[in-house]
């Protein structure tokens, strides 16, 4: 497939497309055997016609319309991709001969692109990096959770607890007769930590070994076998052990131990460092997404209503992927929810068309700095990503030999490396002049409005003088 592209006004261009003759006879041969598929003809079975006769039945012209236009869409994409075009909406293809066998097929392909957003020509970034820092308790919280981690249970002679380890034997009935697996000798349970059935929990706490108690418990409605569903169970509950929690001293020996560190303090210093990293990536993502929205903030474009519209199907489909991975579909979750695509759609369409006025404000900036990926710094990029799964060559090979999978890596990278650059030119500011920021934008729109509304009241006025008086 050759392509070549024709920018012409309105954010349209015009693309011109050659087919190699190897992929219309590939379209020729698709659309015979489809064709086949479906026609009946007389002493054959439905769809075992050979192929032959059933070109010569239905005729050239019908073979050859039903290649192109089972063909022409897959052709149009793929000249897109190859092209590098981001097409919006319907394109007017055309064609001056229809395809034929053995020979080259040439169409052209007119559809709008989006609009190139303008920028200041001073253009200055600032955006708030927020300032996260390890609160001081952190670090003590996480030693107690290790610490709680590596505790042990040790009979004691004291009143059951929330928490304690608990050793039982139990019996339930109905009517005085045992209720099949409601019968436990010697099991261990945790106090108050929601495995029995409340009833049962909350009769364990203050008991003590030795002791025993009949708790009467209506059974739950999802009980099996579902006779036994909401009736009354009297179970007959016998504490042998009461097992308390001891916690391990909070010394190195516990870092040694517990965590591998040869002090405590390093097992401390550990946690805060891996905290501030956390917490510096979390900084830097933020930090990447405020510059974007600046740069889109300041940015003058039309944001066209196809474009919208595409990023809200994206979202759609992706949603209902995600649910559909737990089993749920989309709209059986929104009337669940009391909501209507529609409405999800409305919902969506503000943030959708920010996120789109942020990505033609990045192409603007990406065409002003001339950021560009080669071919070479792409394949090196696929190979490190495929490294990083753990595939091999063939993946890169595969990748930049399909034009679409290529330029759609590419774009992301361009778009990676354009927003990049952009961070990497932003100021960080705090959150007050990022408000003084905004407000004085806002403030300039606004004096903007009335100065033209008044424009048209002293046209008014010149046009009609003798209004006042």
Request: glycine share 10%; net charge negative; charged share 30%.
């Given at each position: 497939m050759q392509t070549a592209v024709e920018t012409l006004e309105d954010d349209k261009v015009r693309i011109r497309v050659e087919i190699d003759a190897h992929d219309v006879d590939h379209a020729f041969e698709h659309a015979l055997s489809d064709l086949a598929k479906d026609v009946r003809l007389p002493g054959f079975r439905k769809g075992k016609a050979p192929v032959a006769v059933v070109r010569q039945r239905l005729g050239e012209e019908a073979v050859r319309d039903e290649a192109l236009r089972s063909h022409i869409n897959g052709w149009w994409r793929r000249a897109l991709a190859a092209a590098g075009v981001d097409g919006i909406g319907q394109p007017e293809i055309d064609w001056d001969e229809l395809p034929v066998e053995g020979a080259p097929f040439t169409f052209t392909g007119t559809v709008q692109v989006p609009p190139r957003a303008t920028l200041p020509a001073t253009l200055e970034l600032a955006a708030v990096k927020p300032d996260l820092t390890v609160p001081d308790d952190y670090v003590d919280e996480e030693v107690e959770r290790i610490r709680a981690a590596g505790a042990t249970f040790e009979v004691a002679a004291v009143a059951?607890?929330?928490?304690?380890?608990?050793?039982?034997?139990?019996?339930?009935?109905?009517?005085?007769?045992?209720?099949?697996?409601?019968?436990?000798?010697?099991?261990?349970?945790?106090?108050?930590?929601?495995?029995?059935?409340?009833?049962?929990?909350?009769?364990?706490?203050?008991?003590?070994?030795?002791?025993?108690?009949?708790?009467?418990?209506?059974?739950?409605?999802?009980?099996?076998?579902?006779?036994?569903?909401?009736r009354d169970a009297v179970f007959a509950v016998s504490v042998k052990e009461v097992r308390v929690r001891v916690l391990p001293d909070l010394d190195d020996e516990f870092a040694k131990q517990v965590a591998g560190f040869d002090t405590l303090q390093e097992l401390k210093d550990d946690i805060r460092q891996g905290r501030e990293q956390n917490l510096e990536r979390e900084a830097d993502g933020q930090f990447r997404r405020n510059v974007l929205q600046d740069l889109g903030a300041q940015v003058?474009?039309?944001?066209?209503?196809?474009?919208?519209?595409?990023?809200?199907?994206?979202?759609?489909?992706?949603?209902?992927?995600?649910?559909?991975?737990?089993?749920?579909?989309?709209?059986?979750?929104?009337?669940?929810?009391?909501?209507?695509?529609?409405?999800?759609?409305?919902?969506?369409?503000?943030?959708c068309e920010r996120e789109v006025r942020e990505e033609l404000a990045l192409d603007a900036y990406i065409e002003r700095h001339g950021i560009a990926v080669t071919d070479d710094d792409l394949r090196a990029f696929i190979a490190e990503q495929a490294a990083a799964e753990g595939e091999g060559d063939e993946v890169v090979e595969r990748i930049m030999g399909d034009a679409a999978m290529r330029e759609d890596v590419r774009r992301d990278l361009v778009l990676k490396n354009g927003l990049d650059h952009a961070v990497e030119a932003a100021k960080a500011i705090t959150p007050e002049e990022a408000e003084a920021r905004a407000n004085a934008r806002s403030g300039s729109a606004a004096d903007a409005a009335p100065a033209e509304h008044n424009g048209e009241e002293a046209d008014d006025a010149s046009a009609d003088p003798e209004q006042e008086s």
């Open positions: 059951v607890e929330s928490g304690h380890q608990v050793l039982v034997d139990m019996q339930g009935t109905i009517d005085g007769k045992a209720i099949k697996d409601a019968q436990a000798t010697d099991l261990l349970v945790e106090a108050g930590a929601g495995r029995l059935l409340d009833e049962l929990d909350e009769a364990l706490i203050g008991m003590q070994a030795g002791e025993s108690r009949e708790v009467t418990v209506t059974l739950p409605q999802e009980q099996k076998p579902k006779k036994l569903a909401g003058e474009v039309d944001v066209p209503s196809a474009m919208v519209g595409r990023r809200i199907d994206d979202r759609l489909q992706s949603m209902a992927r995600s649910l559909g991975q737990q089993g749920i579909e989309l709209e059986q979750y929104l009337r669940m929810m009391g909501r209507d695509l529609n409405t999800l759609a409305m919902e969506l369409a503000p943030e």
